[in-house]
Nanobody, 122 residues
Framework: QVQLVESGGGLVQAGGSLRLSCAAS????????MGWFRQAPGKEREFVAR????????YYAVSVKGRFSISRDNAKKTVNLQMNSLKSEDTAVYYC???????????????WGQGTQVTVSS
């Protein structure tokens, strides 16, 4: 089992940057694909980015590609999301998730953090 705790959210102006972190507990962190999702008010939770279990492969939603970067450190059991050139439409609660497969659907991820709020002011 994996427990996930996100941090790093906050208020930032459009064009600015934030770095989200997710700390995991559990012995099998390195066996999981790690992903970031987000949910804006009144909208469904959507995929943002994922990284393979060994960190070799990353995949991004079209809306964030070129602006966001996902990385992981298996020794520290952490996964990060560097967010640059933020836009007002990036405002959402961001969730860290762990799953067995390199997918983009929320249903394919088994463990979730409680989320961290990111607000981008225009």
């Amino acid at each position: 089992q994996v427990q996930l705790v996100e941090s790093g959210g906050g208020l930032v102006q459009a064009g600015g940057s934030l770095r989200l972190s997710c700390a995991a507990s559990g012995r099998t962190f390195s066996s999981y694909v790690m992903g970031w999702f987000r949910q804006a008010p009144g909208k469904e939770r959507e995929f943002v980015a994922r990284v393979s279990n060994n960190g070799a492969r990353a995949y991004y939603a079209v809306s964030v590609k070129g602006r966001f970067s996902i990385s992981r450190d298996n020794a520290k059991k952490t996964v990060n999301l560097q967010m640059n050139s933020l836009k007002s439409e990036d405002t959402a609660v961001y969730y860290c998730a762990a799953g067995r497969y390199e997918m983009t659907s929320t249903s394919e991820f088994d463990y979730w953090g409680q989320g961290t709020q990111v607000t981008v002011s225009s």
